[in-house]
């Protein structure tokens, strides 16, 4: 297993063996993170495959992925290190059971410290470096990104009771972003960036053959079709690849090999995810070429 990358074309190559595909502007953005050893921010709309980029990476590389999922209140001790109290206070009582007295510099070792995923992407001792994901980081409270500036900058932390872990090998690190708010500078500054667009008809057609292998040719390509007008609708929320694999996945169900009307209105709930799209698109189906037949 290659542990790194000759170009972008070997990204694109390799990340379609494990059937996640790129455009070459993705590739090109992976190539570059991995080749600076700088952390990688992904923004898109849902479902363009930005987790999906990560998890890739890290089967393709052979190493492990260490996943953050944020959210709001999240934390230091959920997200980078936590003291083990526990242990802490069992060793306090063995040590008064003893007539011995434990000071801070006792209780504030590496034996009570318990790892969250950045300290233990920082320390991972494996082969390969870990690809780290912080999914969806604008899900987190905006303070929360100042933890990150010193890990993003230097892939290290700072524990106050213990000193500065900095990894030996900078942990492969890629950002999502569903941009439900803006992002500080000082975080966008550490990162490389890179806009995941919608796949193009040929590439979201391709996914689909390999994600559902039970489509039809004519469902795949009229779908696709299908999906990139309906995109191009006012919608609360376009359908992204998951919905559009989902909804393919069920007129496949239905034994449809051609697309028609009635099976578009039945199996709608895939990709119109709040009544106001439902309506937008049932509305719609005149102008997008399936109008009601005789
Ligand atoms: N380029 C791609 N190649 C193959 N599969 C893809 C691609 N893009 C998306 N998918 C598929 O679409 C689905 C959604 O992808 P993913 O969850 O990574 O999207 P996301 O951008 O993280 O969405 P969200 O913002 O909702 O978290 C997954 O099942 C994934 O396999
Ligand atoms: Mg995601």
């Known amino acids: 297993m290659l542990t790194s990358f000759a170009d972008a074309a070997d990204v694109q190559r390799r990340l379609d ?16 993170a991995m080749a600076l050893g700088q952390p990688l921010l992904l923004e898109g709309e849902p479902g363009v495959g930005k987790t999906t980029a990560a998890k890739a990476l890290a ?16 934390t230091v001790s959920e997200a980078l290190y936590e003291w083990n109290y526990q242990r802490q206070l069992l060793a306090i009582r063995l040590a008064e059971a003893n007539h011995e007295r434990l000071t801070d510099a006792d209780l504030f070792t590496e034996e009570f410290l318990q790892e969250r995923p950045i300290l233990r992407a920082i320390r991972y001792a494996g082969p390969v470096a870990p690809v780290l994901l912080i999914d969806e980081i604008d899900r987190a409270d905006d303070e929360f990104e100042a933890l990150l500036f010193e890990f993003l900058g230097e892939a290290a932390i700072t524990i106050p009771e213990l000193g500065t872990f900095t990894a030996t090998r900078k942990p492969i690190v890629v950002l999502t972003s569903n941009r439900s708010r803006e992002l500080h500078d000082a975080l966008r500054r550490r990162c490389l960036y890179h806009w995941i667009d919608f796949p193009a008809a040929s590439r979201a057609a391709e996914i689909l053959r390999r994600t559902v292998p039970s489509a039809s040719q004519a469902l795949v390509a009229s779908a696709t079709d299908f999906i990139g007008r309906v995109r191009t609708l006012d919608l609360d929320k376009a359908p992204g690849m998951a919905e ?13 090999s051609e697309l028609v009307r009635e099976d578009i209105v039945r199996t709608l709930g895939a990709i119109a995810k709040t009544p106001d799209d439902r309506a937008a698109i049932a509305d719609g189906l005149d102008d997008l070429g399936y109008a009601v037949v005789g």
């Open 17 to 32: 063996s494990v059937d996640y595909l790129v455009d070459e502007g993705t590739a090109t953005a992976l190539f570059f």
């Open 59 to 74: 089967r393709v590389l052979d190493t492990p992925l260490i996943r953050l999922q944020c959210y709001e209140g999240l």
């Open 244 to 256: 559009t694999i989902d909804w393919v996945s069920a007129l496949s169900v239905l034994g449809v």
